[in-house]
């Protein structure tokens, strides 16, 4: 008996593996019989693609049915299978005719089929979308999931909305809606607020600008209404525009999401704001069948932590790996599933209390829940002081804007780049010692300052990043006292801290 042959893709992360659905038709008793390793969801496909095939006018066969998907030690889960199984059932009984079985290789199908032969959307079109554009093949999907799948620069496809549109396709007598890509307009950068409207803190935007060029991670000690997070939420706004890889890198974690992928937000940095009783898995990712965390949400864009002593410290340890290596790798038992976590992380806090012995203990425990390992990761620590009531009830006065600021940040990020390939933060030991050098003075000015801060040799290190981010923002070529004064004045607070 004949053997029909299609390709679909599975979901492992944001990986998008190719399976391989085969359908074989034997005589026999009528049984209808799932292998390849399928988890409930799809199991429960034998009985969706049988109502769909019968509801859409085909012939379900009576005789002794076997689909494999392959390969076989791939965990297979939720429905997005069923329009792939549909159409090998219907092209092994001879219900297709002999030019469409020949063009099956070429062709790679998802879609979940409804009891009436409906075809719904699946989670991680965009993944499949590029998976399935990088292997020449085309793609037919759920005409409701298009507008993921037309992100993907170059993709080749059909959107259908019943199986018998699908089957009228192979078959040469219909033309479903093509897909074309259409690149969505660049989102606002400044959409969430711009920088003029924060009053006061001078010293604050410009540690904002200077963290945003060179990619910093940043903490903010402040008392409450101070601007912690106006000035976090205003971030995005002066971090250069993202570019179409990165914005499909930001939409692709989204799309595996329950929530799934809302294109309205293609292009625009994520700000992710997560409340301090989240948990390790919330965090990072996880979960029986992994799934990306707030720290990938927040790819290529930024990670807010308010109150950050309130974290659980088991937590907050997790994100140092992350913050080193820009990705995250999530292992189970079954399987194992990396996500990107390229993320700038502003993180706020208010100041320890003081005053009474009861108060310096309170301070010390409350301190105590930032390690010193996590406390190295950050480059900018900066106090944010209360703005005065007079200067709140005084018209702000015109300071400079989002996007006056933007500019500076993408000219000095551009000169990182075209001098070493990654922004300053990225740069590794080797990079820092070829990238960053100083002159007797500054080395003995940088050498006092670790000792009398009893800083860590990571923290020399980030303060030399910090202080080729300061002098690229200026558009200084070398990096002198002043220079590397602000970038030690922006870390002399790490002596607040308990480092273990």
């Given at each position: 008996m004949p053997i029909a042959k299609i390709h679909s893709r599975a979901l492992l992360g944001i990986d998008a593996p190719t399976v391989t659905v085969e359908a074989h038709v034997a005589p026999g008793l009528p049984a209808f019989t799932l292998v390849g390793l399928p988890e409930t969801a799809v199991r429960e496909s034998r009985d969706r693609v049988r109502a769909a095939i019968l509801s859409s006018g085909f012939e379900f066969p009576p005789r002794r049915l076997t689909v494999n998907l392959a390969p076989a030690d791939l965990p297979k889960e939720s429905a997005r299978f069923d329009l792939a199984i549909a159409l090998a059932i219907l092209a092994a009984t001879g219900q297709l005719p002999a030019s469409a079985n020949q063009r099956l290789d070429a062709i790679e199908c998802l879609g979940e089929l409804s009891l009436d032969g409906g075809v719904r959307p699946i989670r991680g079109t965009l993944s499949a979308a590029r998976a399935t554009r990088d292997a020449g093949r085309e793609l037919i999907l759920p005409a409701q999931g298009r507008g993921e799948a037309e992100l993907i620069p170059g993709v080749r496809g059909r959107a259908v909305s019943h199986l018998s549109e699908a089957v009228g396709y192979l078959a040469g007598e219909r033309e479903p809606e093509r897909l074309v890509h259409r690149p969505l307009p660049p989102a606002d950068p400044a959409k969430d607020g711009d920088l003029a409207d924060v009053r006061g803190q001078p010293r604050a935007k410009r540690a904002l600008a200077i963290a945003a060029a060179g990619g910093h991670n940043l903490l903010l000690i402040g008392p409450p209404?101070?601007?912690?997070?106006?000035?976090?939420?205003?971030?995005?706004?002066?971090?250069?525009?993202?570019?179409?890889?990165?914005?499909?890198?930001?939409?692709?974690?989204?799309?595996?999401?329950?929530?799934?992928?809302?294109?309205?937000?293609?292009?625009?940095?994520?700000?992710?704001?997560?409340?301090?009783?989240?948990?390790?898995?919330?965090?990072?990712?996880?979960?029986?069948?992994?799934?990306?965390?707030?720290?990938?949400?927040?790819?290529?864009?930024?990670?807010?932590?308010?109150?950050?002593?309130?974290?659980?410290?088991?937590?907050?340890?997790?994100?140092?790996?992350?913050?080193?290596?820009?990705?995250?790798?999530?292992?189970?038992?079954?399987?194992?599933?990396?996500?990107?976590?390229?993320?700038?992380?502003?993180?706020?806090?208010?100041?320890?209390?003081?005053?009474?012995?009861?108060?310096?203990?309170?301070?010390?425990?409350?301190?105590?829940?930032?390690?010193?390992?996590?406390?190295?990761?950050?480059?900018?620590?900066?106090?944010?002081?209360?703005?005065?009531?007079?200067?709140?009830?005084?018209?702000?006065?015109?300071?400079?804007?989002?996007?006056?600021?933007?500019?500076?940040?993408?000219?000095?990020?551009?000169?990182?780049?075209?001098?070493?390939?990654?922004?300053?933060?990225?740069?590794?030991?080797?990079?820092?010692?070829?990238?960053?050098?100083?002159?007797?003075?500054?080395?003995?000015?940088?050498?006092?300052?670790?000792?009398?801060?009893?800083?860590?040799?990571?923290?020399?290190?980030?303060?030399?990043?910090?202080?080729?981010?300061?002098?690229?923002?200026?558009?200084?070529?070398t990096i002198d006292a002043t220079v590397l004064a602000e970038a030690i004045g922006y870390r002399n607070l790490e002596r607040m801290f308990a480092v273990s």
């Amino acid at each position: 008996m004949p053997i029909a042959k299609i390709h679909s893709r599975a979901l492992l992360g944001i990986d998008a593996p190719t399976v391989t659905v085969e359908a074989h038709v034997a005589p026999g008793l009528p049984a209808f019989t799932l292998v390849g390793l399928p988890e409930t969801a799809v199991r429960e496909s034998r009985d969706r693609v049988r109502a769909a095939i019968l509801s859409s006018g085909f012939e379900f066969p009576p005789r002794r049915l076997t689909v494999n998907l392959a390969p076989a030690d791939l965990p297979k889960e939720s429905a997005r299978f069923d329009l792939a199984i549909a159409l090998a059932i219907l092209a092994a009984t001879g219900q297709l005719p002999a030019s469409a079985n020949q063009r099956l290789d070429a062709i790679e199908c998802l879609g979940e089929l409804s009891l009436d032969g409906g075809v719904r959307p699946i989670r991680g079109t965009l993944s499949a979308a590029r998976a399935t554009r990088d292997a020449g093949r085309e793609l037919i999907l759920p005409a409701q999931g298009r507008g993921e799948a037309e992100l993907i620069p170059g993709v080749r496809g059909r959107a259908v909305s019943h199986l018998s549109e699908a089957v009228g396709y192979l078959a040469g007598e219909r033309e479903p809606e093509r897909l074309v890509h259409r690149p969505l307009p660049p989102a606002d950068p400044a959409k969430d607020g711009d920088l003029a409207d924060v009053r006061g803190q001078p010293r604050a935007k410009r540690a904002l600008a200077i963290a945003a060029a060179g990619g910093h991670n940043l903490l903010l000690i402040g008392p409450p209404g101070a601007g912690k997070s106006m000035l976090a939420q205003r971030l995005a706004g002066i971090l250069p525009p993202l570019t179409e890889t990165e914005a499909l890198a930001v939409a692709e974690v989204a799309a595996v999401t329950p929530n799934g992928f809302d294109p309205a937000t293609f292009g625009r940095r994520p700000f992710r704001a997560p409340h301090h009783s989240a948990s390790a898995v919330a965090l990072i990712g996880g979960g029986s069948q992994p799934g990306p965390g707030e720290i990938s949400l927040a790819h290529h864009g930024t990670l807010f932590l308010d109150e950050l002593p309130e974290f659980d410290r088991r937590v907050l340890e997790a994100l140092r790996e992350p913050m080193e290596v820009g990705s995250v790798m999530i292992s189970r038992a079954a399987r194992q599933a990396t996500f990107p976590a390229d993320f700038q992380l502003v993180a706020a806090m208010n100041p320890s209390p003081q005053g009474t012995e009861i108060q310096s203990r309170a301070a010390q425990r409350y301190r105590a829940k930032v390690s010193g390992p996590l406390l190295d990761r950050i480059d900018i620590h900066l106090e944010i002081p209360r703005v005065p009531a007079a200067d709140l009830d005084r018209p702000a006065e015109p300071g400079e804007d989002s996007a006056t600021i933007r500019d500076r940040v993408i000219a000095a990020r551009q000169g990182m780049l075209d001098r070493q390939g990654v922004v300053n933060a990225r740069l590794g030991a080797r990079g820092v010692a070829e990238q960053i050098r100083l002159e007797r003075t500054e080395r003995d000015m940088l050498n006092r300052a670790i000792e009398q801060l009893q800083l860590s040799g990571r923290a020399r290190e980030r303060i030399l990043k910090l202080a080729r981010s300061i002098a690229d923002y200026d558009q200084r070529p070398t990096i002198d006292a002043t220079v590397l004064a602000e970038a030690i004045g922006y870390r002399n607070l790490e002596r607040m801290f308990a480092v273990s």
